[in-house]
């Protein structure tokens, strides 16, 4: 899956991407990183089918129908619960499914019946991340999953994570956490300078900045 040579120039004029090219591995969680601003949800967004651009650069890539997305925001009102709002993702892959308390993660089961008002910023990130992975797809986008949840559920998201691209499926995520991330088969891309300035695993990352931790890498491989 690769998007090639795509420049884009934002309504206001700024140059946000100068003929970027980026191979995302398949059967691998891509991990996308990159300074606040630098264009991460526009490149998920566009891979996604959300955002309208010249698809022409993007080979390879599932149609929009066998992608899943978790665009950061909760696209439920307030008065479905959790329970349904699982169902009703469930049923866009089988129509005729049902889903029981018991079928939740155990994180889930205690606010089975809570209305999404009621839910906490966290608890419908998670609810939503798990109403993504439930659905079967060629390729997972998730857009800061870690965002707003504790460190147990940032475990639990993550382990999930690393379940899908070992099951064969492949992920693009975004982050900003570089002490949470998925285990297993992951590469990095640095987005900065308006185009992917580096692409590899974690440790030829830190081979590549001279560096010992992702963290100092990131901080000197994005300056
Ligand atoms: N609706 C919009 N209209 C105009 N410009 C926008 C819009 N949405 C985003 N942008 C601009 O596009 C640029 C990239 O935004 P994007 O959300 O892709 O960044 P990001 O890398 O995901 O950032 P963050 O890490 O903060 O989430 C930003 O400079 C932002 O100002």
Request: proline share 4%.
């Given at each position: 899956?690769?998007?090639?040579?795509?420049?884009?120039?934002?309504?206001?004029?700024?140059?946000?991407?100068?003929?970027?090219?980026?191979?995302?591995v398949?059967?691998?969680v891509?991990?996308?990183?990159?300074?606040n601003?630098?264009?991460?949800?526009?490149?998920?967004?566009?891979?996604?089918?959300v955002?309208?651009?010249?698809?022409?650069?993007?080979?390879?890539?599932?149609?929009?129908?066998?992608?899943?997305?978790?665009?950061?925001?909760?696209?439920?009102t307030?008065?479905?619960?959790?329970?349904?709002?699982?169902?009703m993702?469930?049923?866009?892959?089988?129509?005729?499914?049902t889903?029981?308390?018991?079928?939740?993660?155990?994180?889930?089961?205690?606010?089975?019946?809570?209305?999404?008002?009621?839910l906490?910023?966290?608890q419908?990130?998670?609810?939503?991340?798990?109403g993504?992975?439930?659905?079967?797809?060629?390729?997972?986008?998730?857009?800061?999953?870690?965002?707003?949840?504790d460190?147990?559920?940032?475990?639990?998201?993550?382990?999930?994570i690393?379940?899908?691209?070992?099951?064969?499926?492949?992920?693009?995520?975004?982050?900003h956490?570089?002490?949470?991330?998925?285990?297993?088969?992951?590469?990095?891309l640095?987005?900065?300078?308006?185009?992917?300035a580096?692409?590899?695993?974690?440790?030829?990352?830190?081979?590549?900045?001279q560096?010992?931790?992702?963290?100092?890498?990131?901080l000197?491989?994005?300056?």
């Open positions: 899956m690769q998007i090639q040579d795509y420049s884009l120039v934002l309504p206001d004029g700024r140059q946000l991407f100068n003929r970027l090219t980026a191979e995302f398949p059967g691998k891509n991990i996308l990183l990159g300074a601003g630098v264009g991460k949800t526009t490149l998920l967004d566009l891979i996604a089918g955002r309208a651009g010249d698809r022409s650069h993007l080979l390879g890539f599932p149609t929009m129908g066998h992608i899943g997305y978790e665009m950061q925001g909760a696209p439920f307030g008065n479905v619960t959790v329970l349904e709002a699982l169902q993702m469930r049923v866009l892959d089988d129509p005729a499914a889903l029981e308390v018991a079928d939740l993660p155990a994180d889930l089961q205690a606010i089975a019946h809570t209305r999404f008002k009621a906490s910023g966290g419908r990130r998670l609810v939503l991340f798990t993504i992975c439930q659905l079967r797809r060629d390729l997972y986008l998730f857009d800061e999953p870690e965002n707003g949840l460190l147990r559920a940032v475990k639990r998201v993550m382990a999930q690393s379940r899908l691209a070992s099951s064969g499926r492949t992920v693009i995520m975004t982050t956490q570089l002490r949470a991330l998925p285990e297993g088969n992951t590469q990095v640095v987005l900065a300078g308006q185009c992917i580096f692409a590899g695993t974690p440790a030829e990352f830190m081979a590549e900045t560096t010992g931790s992702l963290e100092a890498a990131y000197k491989g994005v300056s």
